[in-house]
């Protein structure tokens, strides 16, 4: 079974920052891509930013671009994501989703709240 777990949301400003880590445990070996994605209240869950982790590509979803910088750790089986300049419309919960071998796994979820 593949485990993950995210950290790093919380509350701030908006122009603020936050850096969120996702870290995968378990059953993780083989692992295609990990991502995030988010869902604000009302909404339906939507893509933020995704890279695999062999060779380079990274995508991210266009109203992220220029703000937001996935990376990844091959080691820890980790993935973060580093969020700045944020605005309320980025108010949501966040989830990890990673690709593997073992087919397609998700998080808890981490709240990111940004006030106006």
């Known amino acids: 079974q593949v485990r993950l777990e995210e950290s790093g949301g919380g509350l701030v400003p908006a122009g603020g920052s936050l850096r969120l880590a996702c870290t995968a445990s378990?059953?993780?070996?083989?692992?295609?891509?990990m991502a995030w994605h988010r869902q604000a209240p009302g909404k339906e869950r939507e893509f933020v930013a995704r890279i695999r982790f062999a060779g380079h590509e990274i995508l991210y979803t266009d109203s992220v671009k220029g703000r937001f910088n996935i990376s990844r750790d091959r080691v820890k089986n980790a993935i973060y994501l580093q969020m700045n300049n944020l605005k309320p419309e980025d108010t949501a919960v966040y989830y990890c989703?990673?690709?593997?071998?073992?087919?397609?796994?998700w998080g808890q979820g981490t709240q990111v709240t940004v006030s106006s």
């Open positions: 378990g059953r993780a070996a083989g692992i295609y891509a």
């Open positions: 989703r990673l690709d593997g071998v073992t087919g397609a796994h």
